[in-house]
């Protein structure tokens, strides 16, 4: 089916640990997103992706590592995770406007 | 400096009402305009998009919203207000024509609809 998938729907993990949320469209969008969402704060991009192996900065970073070897799929690495990090994850990939995945909540102990 | 903002972050309306929920933006450049609805435990789904023409946008779930630029805002209505309508809606403004351009998302307005 074509659209935009993210996994793990859920994934509960500990302070410390490393973890990677998998994101992957059908479209062959060159530009993907990665946003967080936090009661109180709507969403925050956290990095995009202009093409495969160009990534930049979002508003809030820190904390986060992206890579993007091929067009279609753009994963996020906490590589260190920390419990301000609980969140719901949402990717994105834009032709125009966006499309967003149906989100990853994160639950850091 | 660019900015989205939705006024209310909490509106609720009896059903039948009319449902209104404001956004205003400030830009520099025109804007191409969006509103979106967020369903408990889902993502973001497009309801409507303003790029350029008639100002009066029609989208999905008979949803409209009409661009003001002299009041820079993109209010989004629908005459009479339905129990699935109860969703978070998020105001967007893109910030120039390609891909490349800046998103702004709004902050919210959590819509509640009474029986």
């Known amino acids: 089916d074509a659209g935009i998938t993210q996994s793990p729907r859920y994934k509960i993990t500990e302070t410390g640990r490393q973890v990677t949320l998998m994101c992957h469209q059908t479209?062959?969008?060159?530009?993907m997103f990665w946003y967080r969402q936090d009661l109180g704060h709507g969403l925050r991009l956290i990095y995009y992706?202009?093409?495969?192996?160009?990534?930049d900065k979002g508003e809030v970073p820190d904390g986060y590592v992206v890579s993007r070897s091929k067009t279609e799929n753009f994963p996020l690495t906490l590589e260190s995770a920390t419990r301000s990090q609980t969140s719901v994850y949402f990717c994105?990939?834009?032709?125009?406007?966006?499309?967003f995945g149906p989100g990853t909540r994160l639950t850091v102990t | 400096a660019q900015s989205v903002t939705q006024l209310g972050s909490h509106v609720s309306v009896s059903e039948g009402a009319l449902v209104l929920l404001r956004c205003n933006y400030s830009?520099?450049?025109?804007?191409?305009l969006f509103w979106y609805v967020q369903y408990p435990n889902q993502g973001l789904q497009l309801l409507l998009k303003?790029?350029?023409?008639?100002?009066l946008v029609k989208g999905i779930n008979g949803f409209e919203a009409e661009f003001k630029k002299s009041e820079t805002s993109f209010h989004l209505t629908k005459p009479s207000a339905h129990m699935s309508d109860a969703a978070e809606y998020f105001c967007?403004?893109?910030?120039?024509?390609?891909?490349?351009?800046?998103?702004?998302f709004g902050s919210g307005t959590r819509l509640s609809i009474r029986p």
């Open positions: 479209w062959s969008h060159s530009y």
């Open positions: 967007a403004v893109r910030f120039g024509s390609s891909s490349a351009s800046k998103i702004i």
């Open positions: 303003y790029t350029t023409g008639a100002t």
């Open positions: 992706s202009a093409a495969a192996d160009i990534t």
């Open positions: 994105a990939s834009t032709e125009y406007e966006q499309y």
């Open positions: 830009s520099s450049v025109p804007p191409y």
